[in-house]
Nanobody, 110 residues
């Protein structure tokens, strides 16, 4: 049972990245899936959530820039991040309200 996050990296301000989180051994289709992030020295914060039925919600700081989606056939949740800002720099984690993925680093810098 695990969540495997990937897709992080270094990007310039204004750029885009797509994070992926592949689930194995979970009841993925029935689970809401969440993305959190944690910047150095700060608390982990919720970024986005998608329910099992596909309803979404976002932190105010990322609304209009980030899009969460899911592919139930692939047991994978995505986070498309556009118009990235330096303040988006953090380790991003996926979570299904039971287990956490291992985190993937996103660095936004020129």
């Amino acid at each position: 049972v695990q969540l495997q996050a990937s897709g992080g990296g270094l990007v310039q301000p204004g750029g885009s990245l797509r994070l992926s989180c592949a689930a194995s051994g979970t009841d993925f289709n029935r689970n809401a899936m969440l993305w959190y992030r944690q910047a150095t020295g700060k608390q982990r914060e919720l970024v986005a959530i998608i329910t099992s039925s596909g309803r979404t919600n976002y932190a105010d700081s990322v609304k209009g820039r980030f899009t969460i989606s899911r592919d139930n056939a692939k047991d994978t949740v995505y986070l498309q991040m556009n118009s990235l800002k330096p303040e988006d720099t953090a380790v991003y984690y996926c979570y299904d309200r039971t287990i956490w993925g291992q985190g993937t680093q996103v660095t936004v810098s020129s």
